[in-house]
C-alpha cells in the first residue's frame, strides 16, 4: 500500500451493507457519488447525487432527506461512495440534524474500501 493511500478501515457487518448500497447506488445512476443512510429502526435509503438547473444536491443530502421524507426519526450510520476524501460541512450538518453529533459517515471510494470514517 502507498504511503498516499490510507490504509483500509474493517467495518462491522451493518455498516459494511450500507457502503454496499451507496456504491450500487452510484454506478447505477453513474453518478460522482451514492450515498445511504440507516435509520434509528434498521430501515436504509440510498440515493445519488442530484444535479438540476434548479436543485443541486449532494448524495448525502438526498439520502438524509429521504429518510425524513420516509419517517425517519434519527439515523445511526451514512456512508458516501466517491473520489472524494471528506465529507462537506453541509452533508455533517444534515447527517447531524436528523442523527446527532457522533452519528458516524463511513467515506469510501469508487472500490467501496472504507477510507475514513468521520462523526458529526
Known amino acids: 500500500m502507498s504511503a498516499e493511500t490510507p490504509a483500509p478501515i474493517t467495518v462491522d457487518p451493518e455498516d459494511a451493507k450500507i457502503v454496499t448500497l451507496a456504491r450500487a447506488t452510484r454506478a447505477r445512476n453513474g453518478a460522482d457519488e451514492g450515498a445511504a443512510v440507516r435509520d434509528e429502526t434498521g ?3 440510498t440515493a445519488s ?16 432527506a429521504m429518510a425524513v421524507a420516509g419517517g425517519a426519526r434519527g439515523l445511526e450510520a451514512a456512508a458516501i461512495v466517491g473520489v472524494g476524501d471528506a465529507a462537506t460541512d453541509a452533508d455533517r450538518a444534515a447527517v447531524r440534524d436528523l442523527g446527532g453529533a457522533g452519528t458516524p459517515i463511513l467515506l469510501a471510494g469508487p472500490d467501496a474500501v472504507v477510507r475514513t470514517i468521520a462523526t458529526v
Not at 438547473?53 to 439520502?63: D, G, I, K, V, Y
Request: glycine fraction near 0%.
Open 43 to 45: 430501515r436504509t435509503y
Open 49 to 64: 447525487t442530484v444535479a438540476l438547473p434548479s436543485l443541486e444536491l449532494s448524495a448525502l443530502r438526498t439520502a438524509v
